[in-house]
């Protein structure tokens, strides 16, 4: 549905172009959301996108320039004169404008650092300093300060005074003249308050915070606890440095889940969309991975090779190594889809590794059980490959999902351990592993059982 909105309403734009009507053009795009128009941007050809960029109203066009591509916005800051890209700058809010200096080539930057005023630079360079996964890295600075003397009236007329500039007025943050946080005030409860009440005898004063170089994986999950709309952050003093929204904290969710989904797919996280991205630059980031699991996986081809004779005695093996294979890997990856998914929203801890074991214990007994019962009965009935041959084929799959549940559940808890992101232990290494674990066992229940 809104693929033919944009669809629809990118036709009546050309359309508009063609017979230069940009008044009507210009009314068109201030009914749109910020989101939409970026959306919309990205079908238009290059060589208009300019033209319609100016048809915007100033504010409008500052939020649309967020939402658009980092080509785009390079494009059309190569094309803006200093005082049409100082009127943009001016209305970016400071962490639009740390993204923005992040994502840019070093002459843009210059050229979007000259255009923003002292305090904004500096506002900007503080943030910098932060490391690229912490909180101090996603907040902003523009935020409602408010004094503990201050009457209700006094902080209202505060608000109308600075809002403008702030990133939200929604809540207040009560601060000392040494910026230390002693409570937060909702604009509701201000409206809500007589003119003469003093802020410090209303304000909330058990106030949830974090600090600047907490993880902001770990920030973005407060908001889902919490149900947050802004969390504020504070330095080892307890002093107020900024704050960070739920638009950010958002943001930082899409990226560690796409981030997530691309390394249990084996593939280096890239923050481009997919039609964004090259084809060389794909390559590049799914090569490596694809060498790596390809040596990995000839330990698998070792393993068959050492049991040759077996084979050669026992043909029929080789009919169910792909079938026990596969049921290792996938049983690997339950467990660890599920643990990784545990990890990230903060309800497994490291501590609880040995509860997570034994849970993962009864389920691989009752799942290896299920799956060779059935199996037994499929290779009486069906294939009719002979007792012994079937009990190595079951008691192979059993000790196989037993494996792979335990490995599946165990490894990304130890990675996380040691620092490294749970994802990475998923299906691919794991698969590799559990591969190499069943074919062992299978070709030790078979020499044991069938004397080969």
């Not at 005023?117 to 932060?130: G, W």
């Not at 907490?214 to 908001?223: G, L, M, P, Y």
């Not at 084979?311 to 890997?329: N, R, S």
């Not at 801890?349 to 509860?355: L, T």
């Amino acid at each position: 549905m809104e693929q033919n909105y944009l669809m629809t309403m990118g036709k009546t734009i050309e359309s508009l172009l063609d017979q230069k009507k940009y008044v009507t053009i210009r009314d068109v795009l201030t009914t749109m959301q910020a989101i939409d128009i970026a959306a919309l941007f990205d079908d238009i050809d290059q060589d208009r996108l300019p033209l319609l960029y100016r048809l915007l109203p100033k504010e409008l066009a500052a939020e649309t320039f967020v939402e658009m591509d980092e080509d785009a916005q390079t494009m059309l800051i190569h094309g803006f004169s200093d005082t049409e890209l100082k009127e943009v700058v001016d209305e970016l809010y400071v962490d639009d404008m740390v993204d923005l200096v992040e994502e840019m080539p070093a002459n843009v930057v210059k050229r979007i650092l000259r255009s923003a005023d002292n305090e904004t630079r500096k506002a900007i360079n503080e943030i910098l300093k932060y490391p690229d996964d912490s909180a101090g890295s996603i907040m902003t600075t523009e935020y409602v300060s408010l004094r503990p003397a201050m009457t209700v009236g006094d902080a209202i007329k505060r608000i109308r005074r600075t809002g403008v500039d702030k990133e939200t007025i929604y809540t207040g943050y009560v601060t000392t003249p040494n910026r230390t946080l002693v409570g937060m005030l909702s604009l509701r409860t201000l409206l809500l308050s007589d003119d003469d009440d003093v802020v410090q005898d209303i304000m909330e004063t058990n106030v949830i915070a974090v600090n600047t170089l907490d993880d902001k994986e770990e920030v973005a999950n407060q908001f889902k606890k919490y149900d947050f709309l802004t969390i504020p952050v504070v330095d080892k003093e307890f002093r107020l440095v900024g704050i960070v929204t739920v638009d950010d904290a958002i943001d930082v969710m899409e990226d560690e889940v796409t981030e997530d989904m691309e390394m249990m797919a084996a593939i280096t996280p890239t923050d481009k969309p997919y039609l964004k991205t090259g084809v060389f630059e794909t390559w590049k980031k799914r090569i490596p991975w694809l060498l790596l699991l390809m040596i990995s996986a000839t330990f698998t081809g070792m393993i068959i090779t050492s049991f040759e004779d077996a084979l050669a005695a026992q043909v029929t093996l080789t009919a169910f190594i792909p079938m026990l294979m596969d049921t290792g890997g996938n049983s690997g990856s339950q467990a660890s889809v599920t643990v990784i998914r545990g990890l990230s929203l903060g309800e497994i801890e490291f501590v609880d590794i040995f509860k997570v074991m034994w849970k993962e214990i009864r389920v691989a007994l009752m799942c290896g059980v299920t799956l060779a019962i059935a199996n037994f009965a499929k290779l009486m009935l069906f294939d009719q490959v002979g007792l012994w041959v079937s009990l190595v084929v079951c008691l192979t799959l059993i000790v196989t999902v037993f494996f792979a549940k335990i490995i599946g559940c165990v490894l990304p808890m130890l990675a996380k351990k040691v620092g490294f992101d749970p994802a990475v232990m998923a299906s691919p290494f794991i698969t590799t592993a559990v591969d190499a674990i069943s074919l062992i066992v299978y070709f030790q229940i078979a020499t044991l059982l069938l004397g080969i």
